[in-house]
C-alpha cells in the first residue's frame, strides 16, 4: 500500500513542480505521528474532531500534547462534535471541559449537522485527516487509515474550511 502513496507522490512531485509530503497513517501508526506533529507545532494547531473520548488509552496523551502546545503559546483551537446524539455528548464532555481548563479554545460544532469530520491543521500546512477519532478503540483496535499531508496550498484550504466551522461554532 505504501508503494501507491509513494507513486502518487512522485506524481505530485513531477507535474506539480513543488514538493507535497504524503505519509499514510494505518492503524497504530497515526497516535505517535500526530503527537510528532502536535509537538512540531509552532504557531497553530487546529482540530475538528467527531469524538475525543478523554481517559482512554492514548487519547490522554494526544489531548496533554495539545494543553502543552496552548501553555507554551501555540494558538490552538479545537471544534468537537455536540449534537449527534447523546453517547457523542457523554463521550466529549470530559475532552471539552478538560481542554477549556486547560488554555485550549475549544468550541461545539454548528447545530442541527454533524461534524464528523477528523481534522487536524499544524502551523498552517502539515494536515492530517482521515478516519480515526481520539478514542480507544480507534488507536488500540479498528482498522483505520488516516494520511498527513505537508502542503502549504492544500494546509490553507483546510485552514479555511475549519475557520468557517470555527464561525459557526459555539462555546
Known amino acids: 500500500m505504501r508503494k501507491i502513496f509513494l ?6 512531485t513531477l507535474f506539480a513542480e513543488k514538493k507535497i509530503t504524503i505519509i499514510p497513517l494505518f492503524n497504530r501508526d497515526y497516535e505517535q ?3 510528532e506533529t502536535i509537538n512540531s507545532a509552532e504557531y497553530s494547531i487546529h482540530i475538528a474532531m467527531f469524538i475525543m473520548k478523554r481517559y482512554d488509552k492514548g487519547v490522554n496523551e494526544l489531548i496533554d500534547a495539545l494543553c502543552q502546545k496552548a501553555l507554551s503559546g501555540v494558538d490552538v ?8 446524539d447523546s453517547s457523542v455528548i457523554i463521550s466529549n464532555t470530559p475532552a471539552y471541559e478538560y481542554l477549556k481548563l486547560n488554555n485550549v479554545k475549544v468550541r461545539k460544532d454548528p447545530l442541527g449537522i454533524c461534524t464528523h469530520t477528523k481534522l487536524i491543521i499544524v502551523d498552517g500546512e502539515k494536515v492530517i485527516i482521515g478516519s480515526t477519532n481520539w478514542t480507544y478503540s480507534a488507536l488500540n483496535e479498528n482498522n483505520e487509515a488516516s494520511v ?3 502542503d502549504k496550498d492544500f494546509g490553507a484550504e483546510c485552514e479555511n474550511y475549519f ?3 470555527w464561525q459557526l461554532s459555539r462555546e
Request: with cysteine; aromatic share 8%.
Open 7 to 12: 507513486i502518487i507522490l512522485a506524481g505530485c
Open 33 to 35: 505521528k500526530v503527537i
Open 77 to 84: 483551537k479545537v471544534i468537537l462534535e455536540f449534537d449527534y
Open 148 to 150: 498527513l499531508i505537508e
Open 163 to 165: 475557520e468557517n466551522l
